[in-house]
């Protein structure tokens, strides 16, 4: 019986072959509204996969401000290109409606050219800096409207099959719902329902007009704004009803919050599903058909749909990270699927810094068109002309992505790792609170590898000697032995307790009350909110508490924010772990300071003792109590095995982090870019 998530639905007129939506989000590949064919390319490819829809992301109105790196809806000379891409899309078998969005106040002059930002009211905004913005008039208002319903027909003209507007995340519309971004006391005020969906209505009166009755107009709206002071769930859920009414709304796709808002929205540590009772509020009290975004994977999105919680899943950054998602799980290849880590990395961080997005885990992701041959076949899809016999030093990110490549391209690979377990350093990413996920990667290597043939011999570490006896049955060797920990100079006291943060990561080390961590990196970090966390209650506990009323809500934010281990982070420089994309990082020190860690920048350690540690800063030395020292100060290329063998062996290669100490995504890039050349 085939699954309900993978059965037509209908919005409007309009049948989808499927309930999979692809969520909308800016790849690149736009110079002023104009696209080049790897637009095209990236989409054809996801619509392959046996998505149902997908919804083309952020396409502006605006004829006086709008970004110029994405794609304008504001003339009919953008046809043409946009024509590529909506017959890329068809020709791949899903559908694709225009997503319409204006970001209102929450444009920063810079990305349109330098011009005042408009809203609803001056209210300044966390997300632009509190650049001044500018209220729209009444004559402005009914200009957008107008603006809109041609943006529309062009759209149409364009091929899309329907058009979603984008009322989410703090734009336009959302702003003239909000008590916090509209104060106007005229008709198109918060006074009643009526004003504050008045500039909705009429824009959607226009635009039914303009395209014609039986074409799909989707909205696309935060269940909640998620901060304090504005629109709450049960005010969006209203909102929902009000605009159901009107009969001008063909389907409702949810998501959660606003830029503006100081809670995790779509990063690994956010529960799967964890928004979806935003969305099952509102599909009580409306009639037309509503889909669920945010936080979904696709079991998930099987179980909700099959239960009536809502009629369709919108899936975004799962399809950057596999373009095959639904065409895997429809054969009941779940585990085939490579995982979204929810990083942000490469897509969501590069998309707000206008750049082509990426995935940390699929090096092909939108670089189809420049990695395609002339038959038109990725390098995992061609088999090599010369197959070897190829020995991988390392069962790490870059080493097992270069095996799968290798596999893929008909060699023979075989897997040294000196560990007991595959994930090589990621595993220490993985470990602090909430940064699970990341381990997901990895384990779909290692289960991809194994299903290719891949022989993976784990406890077997690897020394030169072993390798050039080995180097009879290889035709190449390929080093992918990670990094190796930098112990900083610092004068130490005999008996000083010292522990690697690796060693923390791995459970190995045995920590005293005080600790103090030298290093205030990506890794001091997390692993001082990794000891940070012990001892504070865990999710499983505080759900009992709550439900049995064990203590008062104060005393429970206590024990979720107080461990038994007092924290020190020491950090030379200017910033703390810069390295870490910005789309986690600031999560993750909003938490680490929750904690309680004291954290000490531009302060130079001078001597590691028994009991404390001495340091200095601008405001002169002092002792740091300790018991316990941890070092996160840094790493290098572990490439001593590559410089004993490069002039004793016809074929030696280094990848990954064993030529320069770099992030997940370099790793697995390094060990593509080389497999694909074998």
Known sequence: LMKKLYTPMKINGLELKNRVVMSPMSVGHCVDGIFDAAAADFYRTRAEGGVGLIVFANMQWDKVRHAHNVPLLTDEKYIPTLQTITDAIHEGGAKVFAQIMHRGTSAPRATIDGQEAVGPSAVPRKFTHFEMPRALTIDEIHEFVQWQAEAAVIAKKAGFDGIELETNSGYLYGQFWSPLTNKREDEYGCQNMENRNRFMVETLTAIRAAVGADYPLQLRVSGSDLLEGGCTGDDIADICEYL?????????????????????????????????????????????????????????????????????????????????????????????????????????????????????????????????????????????????????????????EFARVSALRGHKVTIWEKRNRTLGLSLYAATPPRRYDIRYLGQWLERECRALGVEIILNKEATAEDILAASKDFDRVVIAAGSKAVMPPIPTEEGADIVHAWDVFEGKARLGKNVVV??????????????????????????????????????????????????????????????????????????????????????????????????????????????????????????????????????????????????????VASAYSLAMTI
């Open 244 to 400: 159901d009414k009107t009969g001008l709304v063909d389907c409702f796709s949810i998501t959660a919050g606003w830029h503006d808002s100081t809670v995790p929205l779509i990063t690994m540590e956010v529960p799967f599903g964890n928004w979806n009772y935003l969305g099952r509020q509102i599909k009580a009290k409306v009639k037309a058909p509503v889909i669920m975004g945010m936080r979904q994977y696709i079991t998930l999105a099987e179980e909700v749909v099959e239960r009536g919680d809502f009629d369709g899943v919108v899936i975004g950054r799962q399809w950057l990270a596999d373009p095959q998602l639904v065409n895997k799980a429809m054969r009941g290849e779940y585990d085939r699927i490579r995982p979204c880590v929810g990083c942000n990395a490469l897509c969501l961080d590069a998309a707000q810094a206008g750049k082509e997005v990426g995935c940390i885990g699929n090096y092909e992701c939108n670089r189809e068109t420049a990695l395609r041959n002339a038959e038109g076949k990725l390098p995992t899809e061609v088999k090599s002309e010369h197959p070897e016999r190829i020995l991988v030093i390392g069962a790490g990110p870059s080493g097992m």
């Open 518 to 667: 030298v290093g205030g990196g990506d890794v001091g970090i997390e692993v001082a909110m990794t000891i940070a966390e012990i001892g504070t209650i865990t999710a499983e506990q505080l759900r009992f508490m709550m439900i049995y009323k064990t203590e008062p809500e104060a005393k429970l934010k206590q024990l979720l924010n107080n461990g038994v281990h007092k924290v020190t982070v020491v950090e030379m420089g200017k910033k703390f772990a810069p390295d870490i994309n910005p789309g986690s990082r600031w999560s993750i020190m909003y938490r680490t300071k929750q904690l309680g860690v004291d954290l000490l920048k531009e302060t130079k350690v001078l001597k590691l003792g028994r009991d404390a540690v001495e340091v200095e800063n601008a405001e002169g030395k002092k002792s740091i109590p300790v018991d316990t020292i941890v070092i996160a100060a840094g790493a290098k290329p572990n490439n001593d095995l590559y410089e004993a063998l490069k002039d004793k062996l016809p074929k030696v290669d280094v990848i990954g982090d064993a030529v320069s100490v770099g992030r997940i995504h370099n790793a």
